[in-house]
Nanobody, 113 residues
């Protein structure tokens, strides 16, 4: 059983930045494809960013150029650096192991003036 614990959410003004972290338990972290999803109120959960064990990354079009996913395999941690935040980025952000699927409980990001 793998546990994922997200942190770093909060409230920020438009144009601001936040860095989310997700700490994973277990010994196989380095081989997992890790993702960040988000779910805004009244909307479906959507994929934000993805990183392979070797560091290859993919992003949703809506966050390209503003968000950066990274990982530190020595710390069993994946990060999501979010810059130039917009009100439409407001959502609960979830950390995920792609396969086998595990989910964290999420961290709330609110972008508002």
């Amino acid at each position: 059983q793998v546990q994922l614990v997200e942190s770093g959410g909060g409230m920020v003004q438009p144009g601001g930045s936040l860095r989310l972290s997700c700490a994973a338990s277990g010994r196989l972290f380095s081989i997992y494809v890790m993702t960040w999803y988000r779910q805004a109120p009244g909307k479906q959960r959507e994929l934000v960013a993805r990183i392979s064990g070797s560091g290859n990354t993919n992003y949703a079009d809506s966050v390209k150029g503003r968000f950066t996913i990274s990982r530190d395999n020595a710390k069993n941690t994946v990060y999501l650096q979010m810059n130039n935040l917009k009100p439409e980025d407001t959502a609960v952000y979830y950390c995920n192991i792609e396969s086998p699927p595990y989910w964290g409980k999420g961290t709330l990001v609110t972008v508002s003036s």
